[in-house]
């Protein structure tokens, strides 16, 4: 097994890229694939803390935790989809300050 130190810096290039990501982008698809990108990070930090904790023994209980954080993020990822297709429709654009500009 690969010591804990390869698990955390994966995690932190992943929550790099997905703050880069939702800090420069302005298409809404790719800030939901940063936040996406986001929460994978966290679920790859809690996994290999689960791990880690005792030597040669997986808690269960954080892969159910795991398995139930991914469930949810793809349930949130369709309805963020859903909202972006109705966007599309209405507006016709997907630039955030673009659909800022259309404010009141």
């Known amino acids: 097994m690969l ?11 992943l929550f790099a890229i997905s703050l880069y990501c939702l800090a420069t982008k302005r298409n809404i698809i790719r800030l939901l694939l940063g936040i996406e990108i986001l929460i994978n990070s966290g679920q790859l930090n809690f996994i290999a803390f689960a791990a880690n904790w005792t030597e040669g023994y997986v808690d269960p209980l954080a ?3 795991i398995m139930i954080s991914i469930v949810l993020s ?19 654009t997907l630039d955030v300050r673009e659909l800022r500009r259309l404010r009141w």
Do not use: N
Not at 3 to 13: H, I
Not at 80 to 90: A, F, K, M, P, S
């Open 3 to 13: 010591p804990l130190e390869y698990y955390l810096a994966g995690s932190a290039a």
């Open 63 to 65: 892969q159910l935790f």
């Open 74 to 92: 793809v349930c949130v990822m369709a309805v963020g989809l859903t909202i972006v297709v109705y966007i599309y429709r209405h507006y016709g």
